[in-house]
């Protein structure tokens, strides 16, 4: 039985098991192999990854974890280097490879909707996402200097990002999160922030006009996607995000191409089960 499992703090309310899941039994593998879910913080990786032995093909991995797990294996890939953390480590030959599939999934995310041409981005927040966001928007177009603005609610925590920036040849505007009027210009705002801390922002974003990329998947629609999207503009949730970049995960690990519709299927059915559990509670 070949092994896979997604990591980190906290982690049991992580989609990835239903996704991965889903796609071992399409691609008829389920027998074969087993996709689980472990809590594990950043001093507990280190010990994980010693205890993995030749049945374990990989790890998903969620925060706390994507910075240390670069430190912690033998090759880093072009992309996580790039944008400073991994969300996914592959066990082969005896050796240890951090990837990055964030990156891919923004993207893939954003073609999707028909966001395949980006000139100019403004990137709401400066964490790791931010950086894996600013990878994606320049792979779609948004190159040229002063393309992507980056709104920050405090700019000295910017150096990750800034740094981030510097490795991708990127040159990046950087402001305070409070000036957003003046940064709605765009093809696109990217909200990395966490769930209900773009609320604030939602009326202003909306009245832009501009297409709405928010990172979080759950509660969906947020504040800020239902804003953008009654005042007819295009929006993204997080969900197809995180689909694409487990889809990604699950080719690397399998060597097989990942079936995502029923990937899909199987996410959007755990997302509405878990509203309306919650409908039920309330």
Not at 178 to 195: E, K, Q, Y
Request: aromatic share 4%.
């Amino acid at each position: 039985m070949k092994r896979a499992a997604v990591l980190g703090s906290p982690i049991a309310h992580s989609l990835s098991p239903v996704l991965h899941t889903a796609g071992y039994t399409a691609l008829g593998i389920a027998d074969q192999w087993h996709y689980g879910r472990h809590e594990c913080d950043e001093e507990g990786l280190a010990a994980f990854l010693d205890g993995c032995d030749d049945s374990w093909a990989g790890l998903s991995l969620t925060m706390p974890l994507k910075r240390v797990a670069m430190t912690l294996v033998d090759e880093v890939d072009e992309i996580a280097t790039a944008v400073g953390g991994a969300n996914t480590i592959l066990f082969r030959d005896g050796r240890r490879h951090a990837c990055n599939t964030d990156v891919t999934g923004i993207v893939e995310a954003l073609r999707e909707a028909g966001l395949d041409r980006l000139r100019t981005v403004t990137v709401l927040g400066a964490g790791a996402t931010a950086a894996s966001a600013l990878a994606a928007v320049r792979r779609l177009g948004a190159t040229e200097p002063g393309a992507v603005t980056v709104l920050a609610r405090d700019l000295s925590r910017t150096g990750d990002l800034a740094a981030a920036a510097e490795r991708m040849s990127a040159e990046v505007v950087l402001a305070p999160l409070a000036d957003i009027d003046r940064h709605l210009g765009v093809d696109l705002v990217v909200s990395t922030l966490p769930s209900g801390a773009a609320d604030r922002w939602a009326q202003p974003v909306a009245e832009a006009k501009t297409a709405v990329f928010d990172v979080v998947y759950a509660p969906w629609p947020t504040v800020l996607g239902a804003a953008a999207q009654e005042a007819g503009a295009v929006v993204v949730g997080g969900f197809p995000m995180l689909l694409h970049q487990a889809a990604a995960q699950l080719t690397l690990m399998t060597g097989r191409p990942a079936p995502v519709e029923a990937m899909r299927a199987a996410g959007e059915s755990e997302l509405a089960r878990r509203s309306a559990g919650n409908t039920l509670k309330a």
